[in-house]
């Protein structure tokens, strides 16, 4: 089993910065892909970001390239999400996720791959 608990959302004002974590426990992670996604009141669930635990790989979805950077802790077992330039239109509950490293080739946008999940940490950005 694996558990994920994800911390760091807060109210910042537009231009701020945010960072948050996500810190593993339970099996093995050497051989996942770890996700950020996040929902917006009435929107649907979306990808934000990933990283491949072993080798660090990263991936963005095109709307935070340049504002936001994951990256992971193997020592701490933990995935961060440094969120910069913030916009209000970053304002959701964010969610870490853990899956099989097998969707990174196909399928790391895809929220339905990843099996694991945290509790979600809410991020508000004031304008």
């Known amino acids: 089993q694996v558990q994920l608990v994800d911390t760091g959302g807060g109210l910042v004002q537009a231009g701020g910065s945010l960072r948050l974590s996500c810190v593993a426990s339970g099996r093995t992670f050497s051989s996942r892909a770890m996700g950020w996604f996040r929902q917006a009141p009435g929107k649907e669930r979306e990808f934000v970001a990933a990283?491949?635990?072993?080798?660090?790989?990263?991936y963005y979805t095109d709307s935070v390239k340049g504002r936001f950077t994951i990256s992971r802790d193997n020592a701490k077992n933990t995935v961060y999400l440094q969120m910069n330039s913030l916009k209000p239109e970053d304002t959701a509950v964010y969610y870490c996720?853990?899956?099989?490293?097998?969707?990174?080739?196909?399928?790391?946008?895809?929220?339905?791959?990843?099996?694991?999940w945290g509790q979600g940490t809410q991020v508000t950005v004031s304008s």
């Open positions: 996720a853990a899956g099989p490293m097998a969707l990174w080739e196909k399928g790391k946008e895809d929220g339905g791959l990843y099996a694991y």
């Open positions: 990283i491949t635990w072993s080798a660090g790989n990263t």
